[in-house]
T-cell receptor, first 111, second 110 residues
Framework: GNSVTQMEGPVTLSEEAFLTINCTYT??????LFWYVQYPGEGLQLLLK?????DKGSNKGFEATYRKETTSFHLEKGSVQVSDSAVYFC??????????FGAGTRLTVKP | SQTIHQWPATLVQPVGSPLSLECTVE??????LYWYRQAAGRGLQLLFY??????ISSEVPQNLSASRPQDRQFILSSKKLLLSDSGFYLC?????????FGQGTRLTVV
């Protein structure tokens, strides 16, 4: 079945470091892809999305490009801040309209 | 604008007791509705999703069931809770693409 695999955490970075969180997917057809973020003590919020191949989603300095050839949607940010500390989830929505999430990656940014 | 309500926020229930968690969506029609569980330190597990009234897809056979008695109402139930049912339960809705989440219910089975 359709699924999402994202890199194991936790990830600890210093402020202003470059961030990459890998995400790959398995799906039939053409799923939509998402990154969600969960800040401490809060619910999930949509961070960015891409609905077709080669689309780039971006928000708050984060970017991810929908790569169909490598079935990937890696999350990147050029310079992380302490306020970016959170759990990040990669997700896909397939033709059945179910939404499946990866296991989540906890990011801690130290000053 | 659309809003999603999920209650209660926290719940402590004894083993063997029943469960009913309710989720309602306002401001949209015929949404897709989802129940997820987030166990401590783990990811989001899709439990059920529904594309319409009375239409429920179950992802993981377990001690839970879901119902959608009205277009914008989604209920998660159990007849007898197990210790392993403890976790953080999240309801979500979507229409075209992304999903929007409720604030979640933290369930502790004791």
């Amino acid at each position: 079945g359709n699924s999402v695999t994202q890199m194991e955490g936790p990830v600890t970075l210093s402020e202003e470091a470059f961030l990459t969180i890998n995400c790959t997917y398995t799906a039939t057809g053409y799923p939509s892809l998402f990154w969600y973020v969960q800040y401490p003590g809060e619910g999930l919020q949509l961070l960015l999305k891409a609905t077709k191949a080669d689309d780039k989603g971006s928000n708050k300095g984060f970017e991810a490009t929908y790569r169909k050839e490598t079935t990937s949607f890696h999350l990147e940010k050029g310079s992380v801040q302490v306020s970016d500390s959170a759990v990040y989830f990669c997700a896909l929505r397939d033709q059945s309209r179910s939404m499946r999430f990866g296991a989540g990656t906890r990011l801690t940014v130290k000053p | 604008s659309q809003t999603i309500h999920q209650w209660p926020a926290t719940l402590v229930q004894p083993v063997g007791s029943p469960l009913s968690l309710e989720c309602t969506v306002e401001g949209t029609s015929n949404p897709n509705l989802y129940w997820y569980r987030q166990a401590a330190g783990r990811g989001l597990q899709l439990l059920f999703y529904s594309v319409g009234i009375g239409q429920i897809s179950s992802e993981v056979p377990q001690n839970l069931s879901a119902s959608r008695p009205q277009d914008r109402q989604f209920i998660l139930s159990s007849k007898k809770l197990l210790l392993s049912d403890s976790g953080f339960y999240l309801c979500a809705w979507s229409y075209i693409t992304e999903a929007f989440f409720g604030q979640g219910t933290r369930l502790t089975v004791v």
